[in-house]
């Protein structure tokens, strides 16, 4: 992990960033099978588009694509000295490719720039249902003894294992049918990702080889991500573990193996035990937003001093944690400061939006509260053409917003607070529709 994310999930996230969200780490876990995967049409999924992708790359365009296409079996068979030096057969290598056809719908899907974007409370709300806080407790109680062991394993909050587990795939129901193995393969010998996918394609391999999941059960999103909790083959390798002692690493279908392996990644990643991920907190309009900034830690007891708070005034456990503040939505929104749990949750899942899901669920499922604050539910989050006009209004007055893209990312913030300070606005560096009119009216 912790390798360049790709632009894909940059433009399907884009929108989850519309606050005051830091700047992203780049990450390589790919969320896809949470991100409203294509609905499978009745009578076969849909075909490639046979449009160039929107990314404008040189190995995008459809002549590109199509040649990349035709020369798909020279691909894989080059391929094969590599998977080999990896320890798997000749044998493994013929069934896995021998009639392996690309799946070129998935080029359409990795250059997907979607215009209209859901808002960060409209992904809580989706993610975090009484169906799945109920179905979550179910499972709690239904694996108890797993999850003790776990727990006393790795020292990871089984809450937030089962948050992710219901988060990524709603507890297994949407994990994506694709075979990893046609997936993988095809965005490592099409398109503008092939270095990074040949690993994921060749790990692959190595799952088939080993015998951990069974091979008509290696299916998953379009980006090769596998099983209830959604594992990559690179991360599959790094973090799955053998709990039920039967030789395999089944994280599809033994639900030991899938608990303690994703209880592993977190622990791994740098999850601290007895520590939760993170507060909802209450911001004074007199804050310096400036401070709302992911690489900008400071103690719960020097946010308190800046008046910081939680709801309702309740203690943090331990005054000493550092902490980020979060601000999704602007002074009108809750605001949330973050623990290093919450960085553990992010290297599993990269988006701000869908860790919080992850957060708020896992207090969900052990009982806490929905959170105190209302969102500003009458904020329309903008368009893609809307964040670039917005940025190109502040370039044009003078901000510095670095090259318009559309990613509202911290040098953004920056000119939206300098630019709401100029007009009397509460400095909180929100892209709201009220911004971007009032710059149209100057
Ligand atoms: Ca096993």
Partial sequence: ??????????????????????AQDRDDRYVTGTISPPAATPGGAPEWSGESGASGHPLMTAPAIRAAAASF????????????????????????????????????????????TKSFWDYLDVLVTDARIAKGRELLQKYRA??????????????????????????????????VIRSTATLACIGRRQNYFREEFLSALEILQHNDVRPDRLVGSWAGAFGPTQFMPTAFKRYAVDFDHDGRRDVVDSVPDLIAST??????????????????????ATLNFALADRRQAMSLREWERYGVIRPGGKAFARL????????????????????ANFNAIMKYNPAEAYALAIGHLAD??????????????YERVLTRDERLELQQLLSRHGYDVGEPDGHLGSKTRSAIRD???????VPDGFASAVVLDRLRAR
Avoid at 90 to 106: G, K, M, V, W
């Fill in 320 to 339: 000493d944690e550092l902490a980020y503040l979060l601000v999704p939505a602007g002074i009108q929104g809750p605001g949330f400061l973050m623990l």
């Fill in 263 to 284: 209880a592993n990644n977190l622990c791994k990643d740098g999850w601290v035990n007895g520590q939760t991920w993170g507060y909802e907190v209450v911001i004074p």
């Fill in 73 to 116: 079996q020279i691909c894989l068979e080059r391929m094969w000295p590599a998977a080999g030096r990896r320890g798997v057969s000749r044998e493994t290598y013929q069934n896995a490719t021998a009639s392996l056809t690309p799946d070129l719908r998935i080029m359409d899907l990795l250059d997907n720039q979607p215009e209209f």
């Fill in 1 to 22: 992990m912790r390798k360049t994310r790709s632009t894909i999930i940059a433009a399907l996230m884009a929108a989850v960033f519309i606050g005051g969200a830091a």
């Fill in 419 to 425: 630019f709401q300070s100029k007009i009397g606005q």
């Fill in 146 to 179: 797993t999850f003790d062991a776990v727990e006393q394993a790795y020292g990871v909050d089984r809450n937030i294992v089962t948050a992710i587990w219901g988060v990524e795939t709603n507890y297994g129901a949407i994990g994506g049918d694709r075979p």
């Fill in 364 to 377: 969900r499922l052990r009982g806490g509260e929905r959170f105190a604050q209302d969102w500003p539910r």
